[in-house]
């Protein structure tokens, strides 16, 4: 049975391939989470307006050559927003101070301890950001994005073998670091 | 929390504790993005204007009105398709959808946008005409005229243009409705802003790229030599005919355009020079002159002593080279006119085309021989050059002759002073002011100043060319034949104007930029003082910010060294919308070393408000006439007292104002070069809105030089090459002395 979520995708899309005017329907559907998922990654609001500007304006420019290959539509786009900050990074760090974005501090306690405090929680985003960039941006679009492996490995252009890769490498990461977490005082 | 499951991830997290990190990841959300609305639906705006460009791109309506009738039936035909599509798809969309009214442009946030087209304005569905018409406002005050294309609005001002320089505002306000009577939800604006107006002298158009392939046209052989490689050439007056001497000496003529060969002498001719006026030919032979007239083809014989080597002409008069001086035919037969010199080993090598002067070989040294001064002039004699040059040829008025140095060729003034260096070849000067470059290998073609890289004009063996009168056609000598071709016809000189506007440009855009020392570098020791401590501000900062500039108005005020006057007015702008400027009169003078302008001088004048009536945005100042330009439409009956030019003491000029198009033009005046005079534009100047200008405008302008002023002319035979001389071969060999 088809998914009627898809196939109203698919009608977008296709829409939007034969008139470019079409674009906007796809573009009120998927804005808030290419724009959510870019503002994790650069944590400055003027970046992050660029770079979802970037993103959507190459979306319009590429929709003739867009292909359906059974993947959502948004796996297209995250993918195009992940080589546009992996661009972005390479010329220019994020300009916000970590604590300042996720309002935490590394020192805190062991995971349970951590886990009882809701503010807390959070806390473990700060381990994320010293994650290698693959890794971090693949913990996102899994655990942020609930996104699925293969459309993950659409965005970043990897098998889905090496998303897992990067994925558990990435946890067992965090894992080994979590024992170092210290609650503010 | 170590209930975390996802069967994607079963095989990778096995452990309890990779379970539990997991957990905690999927539970934890960073915090809410912050969010602008005006970021989201601007964006989205911009998309939209992109992809109605895109659609509009394909079959623009405007664009069929305006082409060649067959493309137009061609776009009539694609537009009834498009309309037909739009229908049709507005129909099946109007029921559930269209609950906002959308519009774009796709020139809105542009800048430099073309001034002959009108303002297209889409709707996302059909509107209402006359509501929508009533709803626009336009920014300077224009008066319009509306078309629609389906849901596309034409804005047109009824002048036919926009105006230059300028920022415009277009506002359809809330009274705009749709065909279904829906109102917009806001006024909607959309900006832009214009190109400058069209350069009253063109850009030189761009030289053509060295090719592999020829750039000549008509290239053929006229006629095999004989027995030798090259020969001295004489063209006829109307470049038809061709004189030249073959193998054995003999002194033959071939049409030009190729065909039978005529014989004038038979044998033992050894220079030969046709009259300015082309009725007469002279030729040396066995040690005297021949004289042809063509008109009745009879022969006289001048027998001059010494023996002739080299015949001339000075206007009707013939002139002769002998061993111990230059003679022409007096009243009572031969009189020497100016000696040579009677040590070394003196050889003269070419008299010039007017007669003017003759070139001779001193041993290894070259001079020039003024022959129209008296014998103890000063400068009578002058050596050109260094040891070792060697005489290449004239320019066609013989004001001026080229001469090789090594591994160059030096265009020098009959003092020798240096004019300026072109690469060596085998070179002959054109009526056009053009040189060929011939050699064994290739031709090229290059102006006299030598400030533009040589254009090659084919490869091939191009030897001794010789430019036809007409400046077009040459021939040129390979394989033992004589060829004649075509060349291509040099870009027009870029003007002084055209130079300085380039280093405005680059000074303007390095100060846009921020680039301090990139302006830095357009300054001179007084242009920098200028922008110095206390003076203006290289780089603009603060808020409203520096956004854009244009130039007023520009006049070439002086030669030698050549010196122009540029109004730059900087915008400043306060979001999107300009909300001030001021004025800097810049004063750039070409470096005699570089050949470069610099800025030396610069004014800043004060800052005026926008958006407060007309305003001037460009000026056209000519001897006879100014063109004042303003942004908006102007109320024709408050213009013909409010623009008036003053004098130095403050006097107006009699004059008269005209008025088109946003345009004042006032004519009939006699503008002095370097007198200072003040353009007046009084508040009682308003826009067919009825909005008076702020306050008076004045800006001081110079009486020009004429227009198009040569731009790398210099030295006293600055002034241009006369009209084609008829005698146009510059150079006789060496061989033919």
Same mark, same amino acid.
């Given at each position: 049975?088809?998914?009627?979520?898809?196939?109203?995708?698919?009608?977008?899309?296709?829409?939007?391939?034969?008139?470019?005017?079409?674009?906007?329907?796809?573009?009120?559907?998927?804005?808030?989470?290419?724009?959510?998922?870019?503002?994790?990654?650069?944590?400055?609001?003027?970046?992050?307006?660029?770079?979802?500007?970037?993103?959507?304006?190459?979306?319009?420019?590429?929709?003739?050559?867009?292909?359906?290959?059974?993947?959502?539509?948004?796996?297209?786009?995250?993918?195009?927003?992940? @080589?546009?900050?992996?661009?972005?990074?390479?010329?220019?760090?994020?300009?916000?101070?970590?604590?300042?974005?996720?309002?935490?501090?590394?020192?805190?306690?062991?995971?349970?301890?951590?886990?009882?405090?809701?503010?807390?929680?959070?806390?473990?985003?700060?381990?994320?950001?010293?994650?290698?960039?693959?890794?971090?941006?693949?913990?996102?679009?899994?655990?942020?994005?609930?996104?699925?492996?293969?459309?993950?490995?659409?965005?970043?252009?990897?098998?889905?073998?090496?998303?897992?890769?990067?994925?558990?490498?990435?946890?067992?990461?965090?894992?080994?670091?979590?024992?170092?977490?210290?609650?503010?005082? | 929390?170590?209930?975390?499951?996802?069967?994607?991830?079963?095989?990778?997290?096995?452990?309890?504790?990779?379970?539990?990190?997991?957990?905690?990841?999927?539970?934890?959300?960073?915090?809410?993005?912050?969010?602008?609305?005006?970021?989201?639906?601007?964006?989205?705006?911009?998309?939209?204007?992109?992809?109605?460009?895109?659609?509009?791109?394909?079959?623009?309506?405007?664009?069929?009105?305006?082409?060649?009738?067959?493309?137009?039936?061609?776009?009539?035909?694609?537009?009834?398709?498009?309309?037909?599509?739009?229908?049709?798809?507005?129909?099946?969309? %109007?029921?559930?959808?269209?609950?906002?009214?959308?519009?774009?442009?796709?020139?809105?946030? &542009?800048?430099?946008?073309?001034?002959?087209?009108?303002?297209?304005?889409?709707?996302?569905?059909?509107?209402?005409?006359?509501?929508? %018409?009533?709803?626009?406002?336009? *920014?300077?005050? *224009? !008066?319009?005229?509306?078309?629609?294309?389906?849901?596309?609005?034409?804005?047109?001002?009824?002048?036919?243009?926009?105006?230059?320089?300028?920022?415009?505002?277009?506002?359809?306000?809330?009274?705009?409705?749709?065909?279904?009577?829906?109102?917009?939800?806001?006024?909607?604006?959309?900006?832009?802003?214009?190109?400058?107006?069209?350069?009253?002298?063109?850009?030189?158009?761009?030289?053509?790229?060295?090719?592999?392939?020829?750039?000549?046209?008509?290239?053929?052989?006229?006629?095999?030599?004989?027995?030798? @490689?090259?020969?001295?050439?004489?063209?006829?007056?109307?470049?038809? *005919?061709?004189?030249?001497?073959?193998?054995?000496?003999?002194?033959?003529?071939?049409?030009?355009?190729?065909?039978?060969?005529?014989?004038?002498?038979?044998?033992?001719?050894?220079?030969?020079?046709?009259?300015?006026?082309?009725?007469?030919?002279?030729?040396?032979?066995?040690?005297?002159?021949?004289?042809?007239?063509?008109?009745?083809? &009879?022969?006289?014989?001048?027998?001059?002593? +010494?023996?002739?080597?080299?015949?001339?002409?000075?206007?009707?008069?013939?002139?002769?080279?002998?061993? #111990?001086?230059?003679?022409?035919?007096?009243?009572?037969?031969?009189?020497?006119?100016?000696?040579?010199?009677?040590?070394?080993?003196?050889?003269?090598?070419?008299?010039?085309?007017?007669?003017?002067?003759?070139?001779?070989?001193?041993?290894? !040294?070259?001079?020039?021989?003024?022959?129209?001064?008296?014998?103890?002039?000063?400068?009578?004699?002058?050596?050109?050059?260094?040891?070792?040059?060697?005489?290449?040829?004239? =320019?066609?008025?013989?004001?001026?002759?080229?001469?090789?140095?090594?591994?160059?060729?030096?265009?020098?003034?009959?003092?020798?002073?240096?004019?300026?260096?072109?690469?060596?070849?085998?070179?002959?000067?054109?009526?056009?002011?053009?040189?060929?470059?011939?050699?064994?290998?290739?031709?090229?073609?290059?102006?006299?100043?030598?400030?533009?890289?040589?254009?090659?004009?084919?490869?091939?063996?191009?030897?001794?060319?010789?430019?036809?009168?007409?400046?077009?056609?040459?021939?040129?000598?390979?394989?033992?034949?004589?060829?004649?071709?075509?060349?291509?016809?040099?870009?027009?000189?870029?003007?002084?104007?055209?130079?300085?506007?380039?280093?405005?440009?680059?000074?303007?855009?390095?100060?846009?930029?921020?680039?301090?020392?990139?302006?830095?570098?357009?300054?001179?020791?007084?242009?920098?003082?200028?922008?110095?401590?206390?003076?203006?501000?290289?780089?603009?900062?603060?808020?409203?910010?520096? *956004?854009?500039?244009?130039?007023?108005?520009?006049?070439?005020?002086?030669?030698?060294?050549?010196?122009?006057?540029?109004?730059?007015?900087?915008?400043?702008?306060?979001?999107?919308?300009?909300?001030?400027?001021?004025?800097?009169?810049?004063?750039?003078?070409?470096?005699?070393?570089?050949?470069?302008?610099?800025?030396?001088?610069?004014?800043?004048?004060?800052?005026?408000?926008?958006?407060?009536?007309?305003?001037?945005?460009?000026?056209?100042?000519?001897?006879?006439?100014?063109?004042?330009?303003?942004?908006?439409?102007?109320?024709?009956?408050?213009?013909? #007292?409010?623009?008036?030019?003053? !004098?130095? &003491?403050?006097?107006?000029?009699?004059?008269?104002?005209?008025?088109?198009?946003?345009?004042?033009?006032?004519?009939?005046?006699?503008?002095?070069?370097?007198?200072?005079?003040?353009?007046?534009?009084?508040?009682?100047?308003?826009?067919?809105?009825?909005?008076?200008?702020?306050?008076?405008?004045?800006?001081?302008?110079?009486?020009?030089?004429?227009?198009?002023?040569?731009? @790398?002319?210099?030295? +006293? !035979?600055?002034?241009?090459?006369?009209?084609?001389?008829?005698?146009? =071969?510059?150079?006789?060999?060496?061989?033919?002395?």
């Amino acid at each position: 049975m088809s998914d009627p979520s898809r196939d109203e995708e698919r009608e977008l899309v296709e829409r939007a391939q034969r008139d470019p005017r079409q674009f906007g329907a796809l573009y009120d559907r998927h804005f808030q989470q290419i724009y959510r998922f870019v503002y994790s990654r650069v944590r400055e609001q003027t970046a992050a307006e660029d770079v979802t500007s970037e993103v959507f304006m190459k979306a319009l420019k590429a929709m003739p050559r867009y292909q359906d290959t059974g993947r959502p539509f948004a796996a297209w786009l995250y993918q195009i927003a992940v @080589n546009a900050i992996a661009d972005r990074y390479r010329t220019l760090r994020p300009s916000q101070p970590l604590e300042d974005f996720h309002d935490l501090s590394v020192a805190g306690p062991a995971l349970e301890d951590l886990a009882a405090h809701r503010d807390e929680l959070r806390r473990i985003w700060t381990l994320v950001e010293a994650l290698p960039h693959q890794q971090r941006t693949a913990l996102v679009l899994k655990f942020q994005e609930d996104m699925k492996i293969d459309d993950i490995a659409v965005a970043m252009g990897k098998s889905a073998g090496a998303v897992k890769l990067l994925i558990h490498r990435g946890v067992t990461r965090l894992r080994d670091e979590a024992t170092s977490l210290r609650p503010v005082e | 929390m170590s209930s975390y499951h996802d069967p994607e991830l079963e095989d990778i997290l096995q452990d309890d504790e990779l379970r539990r990190v997991a957990s905690l990841l999927s539970l934890v959300r960073p915090p809410e993005a912050p969010l602008d609305d005006a970021f989201r639906t601007g964006l989205r705006r911009q998309l939209m204007q992109q992809a109605w460009a895109v659609s509009e791109g394909r079959t623009s309506w405007w664009r069929r009105a305006f082409a060649p009738p067959g493309i137009a039936w061609a776009g009539a035909a694609a537009g009834l398709v498009l309309i037909a599509s739009l229908v049709v798809w507005y129909a099946v969309q %109007q029921p559930g959808g269209l609950t906002q009214v959308y519009l774009q442009s796709a020139i809105d946030g &542009k800048t430099n946008v073309s001034l002959q087209q009108p303002i297209l304005v889409s709707f996302n569905q059909p509107m209402d005409h006359r509501s929508t %018409q009533d709803a626009v406002q336009i *920014t300077p005050a *224009t !008066n319009v005229a509306y078309s629609w294309d389906v849901n596309t609005l034409a804005v047109l001002p009824t002048s036919g243009n926009l105006a230059p320089n300028t920022q415009y505002q277009v506002t359809i306000g809330t009274g705009a409705k749709t065909a279904s009577g829906q109102p917009l939800t806001s006024a909607q604006t959309i900006t832009f802003v214009t190109q400058p107006p069209p350069s009253p002298s063109p850009p030189p158009s761009p030289r053509p790229t060295p090719t592999s392939s020829s750039l000549l046209t008509g290239e053929k052989q006229l006629v095999s030599l004989g027995g030798t @490689n090259t020969s001295p050439v004489q063209w006829s007056a109307d470049s038809s *005919t061709v004189y030249y001497l073959d193998g054995k000496g003999a002194l033959d003529v071939v049409p030009a355009k190729g065909g039978a060969v005529g014989l004038i002498a038979p044998d033992g001719v050894s220079s030969f020079a046709i009259s300015p006026a082309g009725d007469r030919l002279a030729y040396v032979r066995a040690g005297k002159i021949e004289v042809l007239t063509f008109a009745d083809g &009879k022969t006289e014989e001048i027998r001059p002593t +010494p023996a002739p080597v080299l015949v001339g002409w000075a206007k009707d008069k013939i002139i002769w080279a002998a061993s #111990d001086g230059i003679y022409n035919q007096g009243a009572n037969g031969p009189a020497q006119i100016a000696p040579l010199p009677a040590t070394g080993v003196v050889t003269v090598v070419s008299i010039a085309p007017d007669g003017g002067h003759a070139a001779y070989k001193q041993d290894q !040294n070259l001079f020039v021989l003024d022959l129209a001064t008296s014998p103890n002039s000063p400068n009578k004699t002058a050596q050109i050059g260094q040891a070792a040059a060697a005489f290449v040829g004239w =320019s066609p008025g013989g004001s001026e002759i080229l001469y090789s140095a090594g591994d160059k060729l030096v265009v020098s003034d009959m003092l020798g002073t240096t004019l300026s260096n072109l690469p060596s070849g085998e070179a002959s000067w054109s009526s056009q002011d053009a040189i060929l470059l011939g050699s064994d290998t290739d031709l090229y073609q290059v102006r006299p100043d030598g400030n533009v890289a040589a254009t090659k004009l084919a490869n091939g063996t191009y030897h001794v060319p010789q430019w036809a009168p007409n400046g077009a056609s040459f021939v040129f000598f390979r394989g033992g034949a004589m060829w004649t071709a075509v060349a291509p016809a040099m870009p027009p000189e870029p003007t002084a104007l055209d130079d300085a506007t380039k280093a405005v440009i680059a000074f303007m855009q390095a100060r846009l930029n921020a680039q301090a020392d990139g302006a830095t570098a357009l300054l001179d020791d007084q242009g920098k003082k200028a922008y110095g401590d206390g003076g203006l501000p290289l780089v603009i900062k603060g808020d409203p910010r520096f *956004t854009r500039f244009y130039v007023l108005t520009q006049e070439t005020v002086a030669t030698q060294p050549d010196t122009t006057r540029f109004v730059v007015r900087l915008v400043l702008t306060r979001g999107k919308i300009d909300v001030s400027e001021y004025e800097e009169t810049l004063t750039l003078v070409r470096d005699a070393t570089t050949r470069s302008f610099l800025v030396d001088q610069a004014v800043g004048g004060p800052h005026r408000d926008l958006g407060k009536g007309a305003e001037v945005v460009s000026v056209d100042v000519a001897p006879d006439a100014v063109k004042v330009s303003f942004d908006s439409d102007l109320d024709p009956g408050a213009v013909a #007292d409010g623009v008036v030019i003053l !004098n130095s &003491k403050g006097k107006q000029l009699d004059a008269t104002a005209t008025y088109l198009n946003r345009t004042v033009t006032i004519s009939g005046l006699d503008l002095k070069p370097g007198d200072i005079y003040r353009l007046v534009v009084l508040p009682t100047v308003r826009d067919v809105s009825g909005h008076n200008i702020a306050a008076e405008y004045d800006l001081d302008l110079v009486g020009p030089l004429a227009k198009n002023h040569p731009a @790398n002319k210099q030295g +006293p !035979n600055a002034t241009p090459s006369p009209s084609p001389s008829p005698t146009a =071969s510059p150079s006789a060999s060496p061989a033919a002395a």
